[in-house]
């Protein structure tokens, strides 16, 4: 089945800086999701992107479907923005979302 | 905007209890979904629901969990004997052709003790 690989595993930065997260599959996706873990627990849906860029205020992402990887750039970050950021995806006739083990990402005042 | 609704939001049960999670899908979904997440862990997959069948299923899912979309707006987990290893968040889903975006619930935390 299609494997999902995301780097860095661990991020701090300060209260303004930016950064970019990074999503590797190995199978061409019918669906990719980017999520956000706040630290209550909740998955927080980010983007629905099996393909092109989004952007969603501070957030956006670009799949690139034919090289098999997502980007997740959060600019001028928040303290609100830690927590854990996860992609999954599914292909083929799989319709189970896999998920990546998650970039865990603390932004200090 | 619509949403998945879960309840409770945390449940602490005995081992060897019955616990039953309870989730509302988006209403003109028709594929709904379980996930479990052991604290410090990736999200794992449990199972797929479509037309009242499951669809597809883990090897986490065994004899001691089932599903059951007993009207036509609820969707419940239901663990039989619940063990020390099912402590974990569990998250509802549902998504409207299950080719597109997947919903999710704001989760159950499970305690077993």
């Known amino acids: 089945g299609i494997q999902v690989e995301q780097s860095p595993p661990d991020l701090i930065l300060q209260e303004g800086a930016n950064s970019t997260l990074r999503c590797n599959f190995s199978?061409?996706?019918?669906?990719l999701q980017w999520f956000h873990q706040n630290p209550w627990g909740q998955l927080i849906n980010l983007f629905y992107i099996p393909s092109g860029t989004k952007q969603n205020g501070r957030l956006s992402a670009t799949t690139v479907a034919t090289e098999r990887y997502s980007l997740l750039y959060i600019s001028s970050s928040q303290t609100t923005d830690s927590g854990v950021y996860f992609c999954?995806?599914?292909?083929?006739?799989?319709?189970?979302?896999?998920w990546g083990l998650g970039t865990s990402l603390a932004v200090n005042p | 905007e619509p949403e998945v609704t879960q309840t409770p939001s945390h449940q602490v049960t005995q081992m060897g209890q019955e616990v039953i999670l309870r989730c509302v899908p988006i209403?003109?979904?028709?594929?709904f979904y379980w996930y479990r997440q052991i604290l410090g862990q990736k999200v794992e997959f449990l199972v797929s629901f479509y037309n009242n069948e499951i669809s597809e299923k883990s090897e986490i899912f065994d004899d001691q969990f089932s599903v059951e979309r007993p009207d036509g707006s609820n969707f419940t987990l239901k663990i039989r004997s619940t063990k020390l290893e099912d402590s974990a968040m569990y998250f509802c889903?549902?998504?409207?052709?299950?080719?597109?975006?997947?919903?999710f619930g704001q989760g159950t935390r499970l305690t077993v003790v």
């Open positions: 209403s003109n979904h028709l594929y």
């Open positions: 199978d061409s996706v019918n669906n």
């Open positions: 999954a995806a599914y292909a083929g006739n799989n319709r189970k979302l896999i």
């Open positions: 889903a549902s998504s409207r052709d299950g080719n597109t975006e997947a919903f």
